[in-house]
DNA sequence: CCCTGATTCGC
DNA sequence: GCGAATCAGG
């Protein structure tokens, strides 16, 4: 990989919109990490950018809209074990592919489109319920954090996903989803 | 432990 | 010029 001036643009522009080194990187692309992305800011003379910016991720949003929701039958990634070291996202993706073409169709809840993830930008200790067409370079992830100990979703998803409108009282009791 | 940008320095 | 390794900090 080379900084083109495509990828340099893209990188002004990115940089200036407040987003962070990392989200910048996942934005452009494999083969562009982080220390590129800030060592190429550097060498531009384009640190400090104004203010903070919008440093901080402020993650998930504050539940609201909720609909009984087909949840999307996904994988739980391997706790543990085989989990790649550094770029953790890459341990699950398929399976996190294989949810997007299966219910690429859950919208329940609006997260911004700043707030949600790329695969790249998947962690294992997010939220992965697919956001948008996953044939779109749009396509996202929820990216909440999911206290739901090593569940997939984030509370809100986790609700959505085991919480159908029918069941609500007997869930209400459930401790935590389990996984297949 | 998650993340952030800053800096160094061999390539 | 480039970016991994490292550092300092939240």
């Not at 800011?41 to 919008?54: F, N, P, Q």
């Not at 986790?158 to 609500?168: E, G």
Request: glycine share 8%; with cysteine; aromatic share 4%.
């Amino acid at each position: 990989m080379s900084w083109t001036e495509e990828r340099v643009d893209l990188l002004r522009k990115l940089w200036s919109d407040g987003l962070s080194a990392s989200q910048v990187a996942a934005e452009l692309g494999p083969g562009i990490t982080r220390n590129a992305v800030i060592g190429k800011i550097h060498r531009l003379g384009l640190a400090e950018r104004a203010k903070t910016a919008a440093a901080q991720r402020p993650r998930a949003a504050k539940g609201t809209a909720r609909q009984p929701a087909t949840a999307p039958v996904v994988a739980a990634p391997r706790a543990g074990g085989h989990a790649v070291h550094g770029n953790v996202a890459l341990a699950f993706a398929p399976q996190a592919m294989v949810v997007a073409r299966v219910a690429p169709e859950a919208e329940e809840v609006v997260i911004p489109m700043s707030e949600r993830v790329t695969l790249m930008e998947l962690r294992e200790s997010m939220c992965r319920w697919p956001m948008g067409d996953p044939t779109t370079p749009d396509f996202r992830f929820c990216g909440a954090k999911s206290p739901i100990g090593a569940g997939p979703y984030c509370a809100h998803h986790a609700r959505v996903a085991y919480q159908p409108a029918q069941d609500r009282r007997r869930a209400r009791d459930l401790k935590a989803p389990r996984f297949a």
